[in-house]
């Protein structure tokens, strides 16, 4: 999978039923490609836990300021 910050990615599409799948292109000119859950993705290796009809969710682990791991949530 590409490294790319995960504010270059655009979801172009999601396909909805028993394997759920999102479509997706990249601002830096890099071909589309299919997303399944499960996928890591991202600088951060952000893991995609859920497809929906509105975009991702995406999560990924980060350390905070007290070396306490973290998990943030995105949606795309």
Known sequence: MHLIALSQIK???VI???DR???AKFADGKPGVILKE???IG???AEI???LP???VLVEKIV???GQDEYLETVI
């Open 11 to 13: 979801i172009t599409g």
């Open 16 to 18: 909805i039923g028993k």
């Open 21 to 23: 799948r999102a479509i």
């Open 38 to 40: 499960g996928m890591k």
């Open 43 to 45: 600088e951060d290796q």
């Open 49 to 51: 836990k859920a497809i």
């Open 54 to 56: 509105g975009g991702i």
């Open 64 to 66: 905070n300021v007290y």
